[in-house]
Structure formats: C-alpha cells, structure tokens
C-alpha cells in the first residue's frame, strides 16, 4: 500500500504546492486562506480536508472558461469536505470538469459570479452541500458545448440550497449519449424545455406550468414560460403570483393562453410610469379552467396617471385579447387606470369577451377602446360575461384634427353594469377629442346593459356613430341608447348639423331629439314637417332652446319637451309664419309639454301667436292634443291685432301655410280642457278659435280677452 502524505497548509502559496505535489495525497488546512487566482486539482486520489476554514478569492477572475472558476476539478476520486468557498463576486465557484467519482462534503459555496457548483462531463456525489446568494443558482449540471460524456449529480444530508435556482440542467448540449441524471433526497424533478430541468426541495410559487406532447414544463417565473411557449400552448398558473416592478409581455408573433387554474396573478407597482401587468401585442386567451375557484388578476398602481399622460392598465392591449374566464380587475382608482386598455396605435387591437369577469371597482373604466388609428380596428366584442365599472365600456377618440379613427363595439351578450347609480349611470359611453365618429360602430344584438348606452360625447356631434340596435338586448337604464349630439334621428340613431336636415331624412314614426341651443335671436328659422311624414316625434332634452318657427303639415306628429323662442316683428306687409311658435296644419297632431316664449318685448309692436291649429281637412278639436305648455309673454300688438297663446284658425286662406283652413269643430269642453292643461303667463289671449266665413265675427270663442280681429 502507497504511504499516505498529508500536507498541512496555512497559505495559497502551499496550498498550491501541495497540490501540485504527487507525494502530497491529503491536504489539510490550518487556517482561512485569500487567494488571487484559480485553484486546480488534476491529481487522482486526492484529499482536501478544510478543517472548517474558509478559501476566499480576492482578485475578479474575469470571464475566460479556463481561469473564471475558484476553483477547478480535472481528476478522479478527488475528495473535498469541511471547506467554504467565498468567491466574494469575484470568481464562478467550482467546477468539476471530465472528473469521475468527485465526493463533496459538508462544503459550503458563497457568493459566485455564476453557478456555486458546476457539474460538467462529471461524476460527483455531494453530502451535506451548502450554497448561498450564487448569482446564478446552486447547482448547474450540463455537459460543456465538447463533452462527449455523461454528467451525474447525486445530493444527499441535510446541507442548504438556499438560492431560488437550485439545481438545474440548461440541456443545450444534451444528446442520447451526453445525457444529465440527478439523484437528489426531497428534491423533485421539474421540466422547463425539452432537454431542460430544475430540481427543488420548495413547494412552488411563483410558478406556471406548459403541457406539450403530453409533457409538463415548469418554470420559476410566468414570463420565462411565456417566452418559452409555442403557437396554441397554455400556460397554467401553479400559485398565487405577484409581481413587484415588470409586468409580463406577450410578443407580437405569440399565440397563447394564460390558465389562471383558481390562482391569483397580481401586481402593485410602486413608481409613476406607464405600466400595465399584461402587455398583449399577439394574440392572448385567458382562461380558468378550475371547478371551485375564481383565477383572478389584479393590478394596483401606488402612482395613478392622475393627468392622463402614461396609463396604468391590468392589461393594456395592442393584439387579440380573448378572455374566457376569471377575474380582471384595476383596484387603482382614480386616472388612466382600466381593467383592460385596448390600444389600437401601433396594430389592430381586439377583444373579445366570451366569459369572466371584468371590474373596476374603485369608480373608474372597465375597458378602454383607445381608437387612435385610422387604418388599425379597434374592436371590443362582448359575447358572455360581465362587464363592470362606472363606465363598463368607455370608446375613446383621443385626436383633434377631425379624423375618422376606427372602433366598432359589438354586444352579443353578456352584462355590461355601470357603478356609477348616483351619477350618469352610463354603461357605454364614446367620446371624442376632435376625431370624427364617421368610423365608429356600435351593434347591439343582446345583452343587458345595467345603465344606459351614451354616444356622441365630446365634439364634432356629426356625424354621430352608426348605430344597430336588437330588440333582444335588455336596457335597465332610463333612456336605453342615446346621443349626445344636438340634432339626433334616435330611431335611425343619425346625427345632423341643422333641423331642416333631420327633418327632411326623417320617415314616419321616427323621433328626432333636439339639445342645447339651436339658432340665435338674430337667425330664426322655419322648420317644416311636410305632409307626407305623419307620426313623428320632434322632442326636446333638458336644457334644449329653439329660436324659430315649427310648421306641422303630417298627422299625428309630436313635438314634446321644446323650448321655443320666436319673433312676430312684422309690422307692413301683413303675417308670415314668423308670427307663430308652432303652426299645426293637419288633422290631428300632440303638442305636450312646451315652454314657448315671445321674443319680443313687453308690449313692443309685433303680434305673435304661441301654437295655431289649422286643418286642411274638417277635423276637431279633439284630436289634437294641447297640454303641459308653458306659454309666455304674448302680449304685443300690431294695429289691431293681439298676440295669443293657442288660436284655432278656420275658414281662411293663409300664407303661413300656403293652405285653406277647414273647419275644426270644438266642444266647450274642448276649450276648457286646453285652458286647465296649459300655463299661460303674461298672454294677453289664452285661448281663441277664429272661423273667418262666420257672420257677425271671426271669434267663435276667447278667453280671457275677446280681441278684435
């Protein structure tokens, strides 16, 4: 038997000597060693015994393969135990490379630039191994890119792995002979790649997961696995997982799906950027395929867009977002901050809503169509689900220069909820900066809308959004689908820029909505609805101010709600329809609910009559209906003329209407009811009913005053 040489040393001087020395089998440290280069052992059979001291590097050892390492194994049954290994950031630990039969115990490895152990072509069996904060991990176990043999690791005792990358296999050169095998007590075995492995002791967190051809990957961190997966693969959460500073990133030739499995993906972000916790730019589907379990995401902003300069979004959108299941939500509050940001700037971005749940609930947007383009759809389908925020849907057109940015909402089903019941209660709410509408699309075949459908918001008001509208959806607002535009057919959901136009597009049965004020004191004007539309509807919003004259020629129209203000200033060449607020020539027509105010002056020379019913065809009194008006100041005279509120006119040819007026007949309930259904303020006639073929007098009847006529 060979005499066994042990050499004690206090120093990298004889540290390096007596691995050097063939005589020298053991070797024994005596106290903490500095050293300032690479430590080599390729000697078989050797022995080094650290006694519980420490080898500590003091010079970086760069970054060339064959120098990097503190220390390198080439040799064969070499033993190492009882030692720590500081790299101190300097150096990439050890390395055992080509080397058989390696035994390692009790060693603790500190502190590597890389990998605290490296496996590579190698045999070693570690007992008791301690790592601690190695840049890269624990133990990396891979053959190198020339290594035509197989590597083995086998970890046992009790020792710590204390780095969040424990043990692992990269594969790159992994073949059918250059294979990895890892034997590790309590550890399991996880894949993240074909050829690649980790190993851990830990439950899971953090993690996601990709089947493939009936394989299971697993990787530390959600985007690692984004990265890693191909077209059709799902990602499936493993945990809860948060994120502290990065959100995750989908690429723009990526088509996954994120399976939130019952887990929660969450993030709070602490500093003021734009940020979101999903950036889609290809096409994402997220799903929640557990039974018991709501998969959620959500996402805090601690520094809120409070001036709607960056945005910070759970999921800021610029591809194809399908969401099947789970929880969305923004818990920021106030600012750019929306459940789902779609952001049509840069490509078409599309969402589609076919389940789940998405919320704001902290008074803000659920979904944000952010139509910046005009030549990328910005497109939001809603097919199942629930959709909530004091604004479910919110279509924004953030330009000024009046061009037409594409967006098209589409409801098929699903809820859609407004939060905001003390306020507008909008469900769906479009608005533009300056941007024309011409290219917006709202199609609503089902679905209920908890709150009402606003459009039209901001200006230009024409044209309005083009508007298809289902009777199977379901409206629980007020006033289901509406624009904010002045002069607004709601049945044909058309906007216009004069109410001559409105009215000359408008068919039977439609209703034409007029808001804010529309002419000017120094410009009224005439508008005539012809003979052929019968059974429209001209009504006023809240606010609204008409300065001109409305003659009626089709039957059964309404005009409900109108503020009107006219001018009866002729004083030489007779009447003109100028004198009347309203001139109803038809059998029957509604006028409810008016406020008509006499332009001129207390007692100036004009006449002016409120509203003046005429037929041209015999009909009665009856038939039209006169109430809720509020008549005001008609009290001028010209001549001998007065001015009235409501006149009943017969028997007479006038040019206000380039017609002969039939005969009305009237009941003097008739009268009685106009005069109880009606407010008349400072009107010098009420009430009056004129036939000029009667003998003895035009005035059938008057009150108060019986004028002269």
């Known amino acids: 038997m060979a005499e066994v040489i042990t050499a004690k040393v206090s120093s990298q001087k004889e540290l390096e000597e007596a691995l050097i020395n063939e005589k020298k089998s053991i070797i024994l440290l005596t106290k903490d060693i500095s050293i300032d280069k690479q430590l080599v052992v390729n000697r078989d059979g050797i022995t080094i015994d650290g006694q519980n001291y420490k080898i500590t590097i003091t010079v970086d050892l760069g970054e060339d393969n064959s120098t990097k390492h503190a220390l390198n194994i080439f040799s064969d049954n070499v033993t190492i135990k009882n030692l720590t290994m500081d790299n101190g950031n300097k150096s990439y630990g050890v390395q055992a490379f080509l ?36 840049k890269w991990g624990s133990v990396n176990v891979d053959p190198g890119k020339n290594v035509k043999k197989a590597t083995v690791f086998k970890l046992t005792g009790e020792g710590q792995l204390e780095e969040e990358n424990q043990i692992w296999s990269d594969g790159g050169n992994v073949t059918e002979n250059t294979t990895v095998t890892v034997t590790a007590e309590g550890y399991s075995e996880y894949y993240y790649a074909e050829n690649s492995r980790f190993w851990t002791n830990r439950e899971l967190e953090n993690t996601a997961t990709i089947t493939r051809d009936n394989k299971t990957y697993t990787f530390y961190t959600i985007q690692e696995a984004i990265d890693a ?6 990602i499936k959460l493993n945990s809860d997982v948060t994120l502290e500073s ?11 799906t994120l399976d939130l499995a019952g887990y929660k993906l969450s993030g709070v972000f602490k500093e003021a950027k734009a940020s979101a916790l999903i950036s889609n730019n290809g096409s994402l589907t ?17 520094q809120p867009d409070l001036n709607y300069g960056y945005g910070t979004h759970t999921i800021s959108n610029q591809g194809a977002l399908i969401i099947k299941g789970g929880q969305i939500e923004n818990i920021t509050g106030d600012g750019a901050s ?23 609930p902290n008074g803000n947007f659920a979904i944000r169509q952010f139509a910046n383009s005009t030549t990328n759809m910005n497109s939001v389908v809603i097919n199942n689900g629930k959709v909530e925020g004091t604004r479910a849907v919110w279509i924004h057109l953030p330009g000024s220069s009046g061009q037409e940015k594409l967006a098209e909402l589409t409801v098929n089903g699903g809820t859609l909820k407004s939060t905001d019941k003390g306020g507008s209660n909008l469900a769906v709410y479009s608005y533009t900066f300056g941007d024309s509408f011409a290219k917006t699309k709202i199609t609503i075949t089902g679905g209920t809308f908890d709150g009402d459908v606003a459009l039209t918001g901001g200006n230009p008001k024409t044209p309005m959004e083009t508007v298809e509208v289902s009777d199977e959806a379901v409206f629980l607002g007020q006033r289901g689908v509406f624009s904010y535009a002045k002069i607004v057919n709601e049945t044909q959901y058309k906007s216009y820029n004069t109410i001559e136009e409105a009215i000359a597009a408008a068919t039977s049965y439609d209703t034409i909505l007029l808001r804010g004020t529309i002419g000017t004191e120094e410009n009224y004007e005439i508008y005539t609805v012809p003979n052929e539309t019968n059974d429209l509807t001209i009504k006023g919003i809240e606010g609204n101010k008409v300065y001109g ?23 030489v060449n007779g009447r003109s329809a100028h004198s009347g607020g309203i001139y109803v020539y038809a059998e029957s027509a509604k006028i409810i609910n008016n406020t008509l105010i006499n332009g001129l002056e207390d007692n100036a020379e004009g006449v002016n009559n409120a509203i003046q019913i005429m037929s041209p065809k015999k009909s009665s009194l009856g038939k039209y209906v006169l109430s809720g008006n509020t008549i005001k100041r008609y009290n001028n005279k010209w001549g001998s003329w007065d001015s009235g509120g409501i006149i009943v006119v017969q028997g007479y040819t006038t040019s206000s209407v380039d017609g002969y007026c039939e005969t009305i007949s009237a009941v003097s309930e008739d009268y009685k009811k106009i005069l109880e259904d009606n ?24 009150y108060p005053t019986d004028y002269k006529e």
């Open 99 to 134: 080397a058989k039969d390696v035994v390692l115990e009790d060693i603790t490895i500190l502190n590597s630039k890389g990998a605290g152990l490296t496996v590579n072509g190698s045999e070693i069996a570690a007992a008791d191994l301690n790592t601690k904060e190695n």
């Open 246 to 256: 990065q959100g995750l990133t989908i690429g723009t030739d990526q088509e996954i």
């Open 286 to 302: 997220i799903d929640n395929t557990s039974t018991n379990k709501t998969g959620i995401i959500s996402y805090l902003a601690e």
């Open 338 to 360: 929306y459940s789902i940001d779609n952001n049509s700037g840069n490509r078409k971005a599309v969402v589609t809503i076919n389940g789940g749940y998405i919320v704001n």
């Open 549 to 571: 004259t409305f003659i009626v020629k089709g039957n059964n129209v309404t005009i409900d709600g109108l503020v009107i203000e006219n001018k009866g200033d002729l004083k």
């Open 229 to 234: 997966a191909e077209k059709g693969n799902t």
């Open 679 to 702: 407010i008349f303020e400072s009107t010098t006639v009420y009430l009056g009913h004129q036939d000029w073929k009667r003998e003895g007098g035009a005035t059938i009847y008057s």
